[in-house]
T-cell receptor
């Protein structure tokens, strides 16, 4: 079984401030973890993914996430927010070992204030 | 261009009128899946398919059917739509399971009156 919890459905930050979006997961086997971003009126696109090669994962547009097994977390961060980062962000988990199902969190809408 | 194509993008229909949302990918992906997105609920998986003629239920399959007769196509069928199926639908595909990334279509917004 697998699940994902995203804390905070809406997050507001000032332009230039740190972005921190939280994701906790639950899985019965080692997971693959993903962050996707959805811009208005578009489909989802990949920001970054964790596949057990390295616990700190760097993605596009300056985002990164750290896999912490002890905390079952995969939080997304960016040192300095840009206006163009305003979007909805989804954390997702897929189990290793050939499992097919991908489970998404409920999403966090990021607002960037000028 | 590698992509997942969904049609129609927007549809308004009435209760009980059968409809099909088509999904096609040009990347030779084995895995395809349908999701619905509702405010506050995120994306919930409806059905998925690991390969031709292999489909399985996701978290919210009630009221939907799918088929996978060809590798590239994975249509979503609503035999008798109801208002609670008003939603934004996404089709996605990936090379296979595991760490492979999902490629999403642009979405189909369905309204059932």
């Amino acid at each position: 079984a697998q699940s994902v919890t995203q804390l905070g459905s809406h997050v507001s930050v000032s332009e230039g401030a740190l972005v921190l979006l939280r994701c906790n997961y639950s899985s019965s086997v080692p997971p693959y973890l993903f962050w996707y971003v959805q811009y208005p009126n578009q489909g989802l696109q990949l920001l970054l993914k964790y596949t057990s090669a390295a616990t700190l994962v760097k993605g596009i547009n300056g985002f990164e996430a750290e896999f912490k097994k002890s905390e079952t977390s995969f939080h997304l961060t960016k040192p300095s927010a840009h206006m163009s980062d305003a979007a909805e962000y989804f954390c997702a988990v897929r189990l290793s070992g050939g499992y097919q199902k991908v489970t998404f969190g409920t999403g966090t809408k990021l607002q960037v204030i000028p | 261009e590698a992509q997942v194509t969904q049609n129609p993008r927007y549809l308004i229909t009435v209760t009980g009128k059968k409809l099909t949302v088509t999904c096609s990918q040009n990347m030779n992906h084995e895995y395809m899946s349908w999701y619905r997105q509702d405010p506050g609920l995120g994306l919930r998986q409806i059905y998925y398919s690991m390969n031709v003629e292999v489909t399985d239920k996701g978290d919210v399959p009630e009221g939907y059917k799918v088929s996978r007769k060809e590798k590239r196509n994975f249509p979503l069928i609503l035999e008798s739509p109801s208002p609670n199926q008003t939603s934004l639908y996404f089709c996605a595909s990936s090379l296979s399971a595991g760490a492979n990334v999902l490629t999403f279509g642009a979405g189909s917004r369905l309204t059932v009156l």
